[in-house]
């Protein structure tokens, strides 16, 4: 189905609070092309879900009716019903999720359920949504499943992971994302729901919960704490800009073709002790603070359990197919991060605090 074929009028956002989800937002409202309809974000706010990440689009986009936040689970299927008929829901892009392989390891239950019976949630009010008179699933909507090159398992020393690899997920985090990923293709090939899925490699940017590594590290460089690195610090991650990641949704979005799968990567292999060496000059120059006494701060702990080795992705398919290609490079892209996370101390500080949870709480109540 072609560009013009695809409405894009009411965009229901799941997990739009999250780190890429409000990027994605932002990025919709402001850069992408052709773009005028109307946001919808549902989001329940977990620990990694902060709302007031979106306090200014709210304030500007919401006074001109183009952005709505509404405060639910994905696996509460009565309040994902009333959200499609509220706003006559005719896009979905998924990102709502439970996205670190720690707390998976830790504890799997909320992987499963978020994770995979949200999306069935999600995927089975979308097609009895937009089933026809005729029983046909209207094809002029769009499901776009967001998901994680970890779905792939482990790479050796060489070698890439293509849309062809066979899934083979090592943690809780991976096997819930590949769960999903299965659900989402059945439903294409069962339903003829039409659905567009893409498996992207580390994301990095502004608005990143600092558990992940490379926020995680700015902040405790700033403060003067321990750098923990697991293992040998020799596992390889390839990191993409989330920016570029927003470009390459919204254009699989007009210009994927149904049922397909697409890979985004960076095409930027590290390993993590090489990206850490190269943080820490950015952040020395940039806060002022002596590179050697950062570096003293490094800290080798014990391997993650299962710890996969290297992931790499071929994003040929995208480039060539749909005309993607990255446009930040790294040194860009981590100096863009930095500069944020220094410009930014009371998000920090709301995360650090716990105060954005309580903010939750005075505006939206429990859920
Ligand atoms: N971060 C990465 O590097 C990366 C890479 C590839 C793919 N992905 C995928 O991208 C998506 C977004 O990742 P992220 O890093 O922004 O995650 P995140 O943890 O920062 O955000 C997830 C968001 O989902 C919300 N959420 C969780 N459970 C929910 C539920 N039951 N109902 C409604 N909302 C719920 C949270 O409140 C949060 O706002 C995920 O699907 C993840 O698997 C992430």
């Known amino acids: 189905m072609s560009r013009n074929m695809r409405a894009f009028k009411n965009i229901l956002i799941t997990g739009g609070a999250g780190f890429i989800g409000c990027n994605f937002i932002r990025f919709l409202l402001e850069k992408a092309d052709g773009f005028s309809g109307r946001i919808i974000n549902l989001d329940v706010l977990t620990y990694a879900g902060n709302s007031m990440s979106l306090a200014d689009i709210e304030a500007h986009y919401g006074a001109s009716r183009r952005y ?24 979905v892009v998924h990102f709502a999720a439970e996205s670190h392989v720690d707390r998976s390891i830790l504890g799997p239950e909320a992987f499963i359920k978020t994770n995979v019976m949200g999306t069935f949630t999600l995927l089975d009010v979308a097609r009895n949504t937009w089933k026809a008179a005729d029983g046909n699933i209207r094809q002029d909507a769009l499901f776009h ?25 090592r943690s809780p985090y991976s096997a819930s994302k590949a769960s999903s990923d299965h659900l989402a293709m059945a439903y294409s090939h069962t339903y003829g729901l039409p659905v567009t899925l893409s ?37 390889i991650r390839d990191w993409l800009y989330v920016e570029d990641h927003n470009a390459a949704v919204w254009t699989i979005m007009q ?8 890979n985004i990567g960076g095409e930027n292999e590290w390993e993590n002790i090489k990206l850490l060496n190269v943080l820490i000059d950015i952040v020395s120059k940039k806060a002022g603070i002596d590179a050697d006494k950062i570096r003293g701060a490094i800290t080798y702990v014990k391997d993650r359990p299962g710890h996969d080795r290297r992931y790499a992705i071929d994003c040929s398919k995208i480039k060539r197919e749909l005309g993607w290609k990255q446009t930040v490079s790294f040194e860009e892209g981590l100096e863009h991060t ?9 998000w920090i500080e709301n995360i650090r605090s716990g105060e954005y949870q309580h903010w939750i709480k005075r505006n939206y109540g429990e859920r």
């Not at 709505?68 to 896009?91: L, Q, W």
């Open 338 to 346: 930095v500069d944020w996370y220094l410009a930014n101390p009371s």
């Open 68 to 91: 709505f936040f509404e405060h639910g689970d994905i696996c509460d299927r009565a309040f994902v019903e009333s959200i499609f008929k509220k706003y006559d829901i005719d896009t």
């Open 255 to 262: 210009k994927g073709a149904s049922g397909k799968t697409y």
């Open 145 to 169: 499943h967001i998901s994680t090159d970890e779905v792939y398992g482990s790479l050796g020393d060489t070698g890439f992971f293509t849309e062809a690899t066979p899934y083979d997920p």
């Open 199 to 235: 498996n992207c490699s580390n994301n990095y940017g502004p608005y990143q919960f600092p558990e992940k590594l490379i926020p995680l590290m700015i902040l405790n460089m700033l403060e003067g704490k321990a750098l923990p690195v697991y293992g040998d610090g020799k596992n």
